[in-house]
């Protein structure tokens, strides 16, 4: 017996009411709609309880068993089906809490049940098709699809979602999350970068770069530095700034340091490429160019003199030109009494 065929519905029938009508006020009016959760205070409209299915999940699996292409039942195994957790769409509308009322009066469902199919029909006294379908497929606009999503999950991390980078550009949730699956790709480090390269090509030839942050190897994820979901930057930053990124695990660099290198303190990208660079450590550029772009060789003291005493001229002049590291090796900042010159 399969776990799926026993979910009946326990909820008194005057509780049901209230809050199949919460929901359906709440739900499909795009991303500013709802409450926080299932069976919050929100005012309660007149919505009728045939709209959804009596029997909830029971109804759907129906026909979309174990033996239909699409592996729905999959569900079963996360958290969203944690009956014991009233928050759940399982503890409440269950399949209904997010493809909308569905199947549910006794007409439509006669008729889907001798069709074998409710797709493309439409509900007596409705101009759509009942269910909504996410992603690519679906026909409805990404508003109102990332609006049944939200009616559960506009707290935590989605505080930031409106007028976010994805928000905005109107990329659904489901294009990043998939639901009917025991292990959603996007929220696991090794799986993630994936998801993303769909839609982020240029980036996924970064980091396939000889130097470069390793999310290949799911030592991080993309979301260890960007808040997916919305953030403070423009470029979905974790941190308020791009240095306060770097330095939740770069914590070295943050200083503070006796001797500062300006550029180190103002911003990392001044010298390095975030994801990935073909020169080493993910540099923009190799020393010694890397430095002249701020700093003349003209008057150093390790410039090659002629035999006159005056500069070589020689573009590369430098004694070691290469490697201003060599003798300038804490670029980044020193706390050494005698680092002045960022030697030591
Ligand atoms: C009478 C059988 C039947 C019942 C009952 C049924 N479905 Fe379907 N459903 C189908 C068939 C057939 C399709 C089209 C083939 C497919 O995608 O599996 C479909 C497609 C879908 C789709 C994709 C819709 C689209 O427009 O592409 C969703 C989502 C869906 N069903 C959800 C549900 C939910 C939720 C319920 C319960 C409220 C439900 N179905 C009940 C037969 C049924
Ligand atoms: C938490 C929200 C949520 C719940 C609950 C949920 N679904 Fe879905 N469903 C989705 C999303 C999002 C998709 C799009 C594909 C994906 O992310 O896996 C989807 C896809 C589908 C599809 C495939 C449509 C297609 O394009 O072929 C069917 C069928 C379906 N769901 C049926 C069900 C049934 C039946 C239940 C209850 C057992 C259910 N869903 C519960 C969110 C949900
Ligand atoms: C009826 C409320 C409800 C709806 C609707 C709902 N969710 Fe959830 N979702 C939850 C709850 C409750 C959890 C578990 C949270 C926890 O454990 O802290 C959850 C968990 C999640 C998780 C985390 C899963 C994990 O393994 O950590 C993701 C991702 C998620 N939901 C995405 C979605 C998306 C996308 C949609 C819309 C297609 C959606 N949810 C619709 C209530 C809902
Ligand atoms: C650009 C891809 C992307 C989009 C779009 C996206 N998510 Fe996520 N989501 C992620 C990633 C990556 C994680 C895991 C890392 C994290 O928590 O930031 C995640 C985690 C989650 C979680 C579980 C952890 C938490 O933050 O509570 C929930 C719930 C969730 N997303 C819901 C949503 C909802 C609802 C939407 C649509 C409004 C959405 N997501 C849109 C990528 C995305
Ligand atoms: C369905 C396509 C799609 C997917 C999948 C997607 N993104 Fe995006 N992303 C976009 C679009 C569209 C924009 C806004 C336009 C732009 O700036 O490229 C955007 C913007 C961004 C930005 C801000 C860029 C800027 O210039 O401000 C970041 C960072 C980002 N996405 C990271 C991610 C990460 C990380 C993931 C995976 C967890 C992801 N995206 C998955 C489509 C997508
Ligand atoms: C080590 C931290 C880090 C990781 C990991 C990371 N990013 Fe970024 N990303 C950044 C920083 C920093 C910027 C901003 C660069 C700037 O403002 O010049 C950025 C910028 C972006 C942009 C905007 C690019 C543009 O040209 O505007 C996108 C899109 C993006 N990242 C996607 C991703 C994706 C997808 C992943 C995972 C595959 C990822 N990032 C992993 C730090 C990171
Ligand atoms: C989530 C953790 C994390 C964040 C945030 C992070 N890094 Fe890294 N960084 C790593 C890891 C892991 C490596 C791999 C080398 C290692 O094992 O130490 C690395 C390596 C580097 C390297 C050396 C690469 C090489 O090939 O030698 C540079 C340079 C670097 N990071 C710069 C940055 C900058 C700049 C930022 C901010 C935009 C940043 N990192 C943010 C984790 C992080
Ligand atoms: C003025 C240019 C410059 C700036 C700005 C800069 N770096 Fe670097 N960074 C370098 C150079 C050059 C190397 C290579 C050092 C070497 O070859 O020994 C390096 C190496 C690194 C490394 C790998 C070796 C190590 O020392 O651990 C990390 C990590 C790193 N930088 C992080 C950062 C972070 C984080 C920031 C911003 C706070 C930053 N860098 C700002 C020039 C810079
Ligand atoms: C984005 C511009 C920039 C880049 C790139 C840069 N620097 Fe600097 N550097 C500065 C500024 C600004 C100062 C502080 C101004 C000053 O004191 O002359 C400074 C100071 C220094 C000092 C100490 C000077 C003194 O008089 O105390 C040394 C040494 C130095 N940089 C070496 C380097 C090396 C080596 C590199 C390449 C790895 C480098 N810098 C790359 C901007 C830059
Ligand atoms: C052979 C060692 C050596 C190399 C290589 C070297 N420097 Fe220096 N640099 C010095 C010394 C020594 C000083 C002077 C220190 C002092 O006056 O206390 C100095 C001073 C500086 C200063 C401070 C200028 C001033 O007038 O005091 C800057 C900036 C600087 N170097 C940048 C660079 C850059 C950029 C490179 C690579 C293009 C480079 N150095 C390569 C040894 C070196």
């Known amino acids: 017996m399969r776990k799926t065929r026993s979910l009946p519905f326990v909820l008194p029938p005057l509780l049901w009411c209230l809050l199949t009508a919460v929901i359906a006020h709440a739900a499909p009016t795009g991303e500013s709609a709802g409450a926080d959760k299932a069976g919050s205070d929100a005012a309660p ?25 699409y592996p729905v039942l999959d569900i079963f195994k996360t958290k969203h089906a944690m009956k014991a957790d009233s928050r759940t769409p399982f503890a409440g509308l269950q399949c209904e809490a997010c493809h909308g009322p ?23 006294g409705e101009k759509r098709p009942p269910i909504i379908n996410f992603g690519p497929k679906s026909d409805e606009p990404v508003s109102v699809q ?24 109107d990329v659904s ?52 530095c960007h808040a997916v979901h919305g953030g403070g930057t423009s470029t979905l930053l974790l941190r308020p700034t791009l240095n306060e990124t770097c ?34 450590a993910l540099l923009t550029k190799l020393p010694p160019l890397l430095c002249q772009q701020c700093h003349s060789q003209l008057g150093h003291p390790s410039v090659a003199r002629t035999t006159q005493g005056l500069p070589s001229g020689n573009p590369s002049g430098f004694l070691l030109a290469g490697s201003c590291t060599n003798c300038h090796s804490q670029v980044h900042g020193s706390n050494h009494p005698s680092g002045v010159k960022l030697m030591r």
């Open 45 to 69: 409209a007149a919505v009728s309880a045939l709209e959804y299915s009596k029997k909830g999940a029971d109804t759907c699996i129906k026909c979309h068993d174990e033996d239909s292409e």
């Open 102 to 124: 569905g199947v549910g009066g006794a007409l439509f469902m006669e008729q889907a049940l001798r069709n074998g199919s409710h797709v493309g029909k439409v509900r007596p």
């Open 146 to 169: 990332n609006g049944m999503c939200l009616q559960c999950h506009q707290g935590n991390h989605r505080i930031e979602w409106q007028g976010s980078a994805h928000q905005a550009n």
């Open 173 to 224: 949730c489901a294009s990043c999350h998939t639901i009917h699956t025991a292990h959603d790709p996007v929220i696991d480090r090794v799986t993630q970068p994936d998801v993303c390269y769909k839609c982020h090509l240029k980036e996924r030839a970064d980091f396939f770069k000889p130097s470069n942050h390793p999310v290949r190897f799911g030592q991080l994820g993309c979301s260890d």
């Open 247 to 280: 330095y939740t695990c770069h914590a070295d660099k943050r200083g503070p340091f006796l001797w500062e290198h300006p550029p180190a303190s103002e911003d990392c990208t001044l010298c390095h490429t975030p994801h990935g660079s073909i020169h080493p």
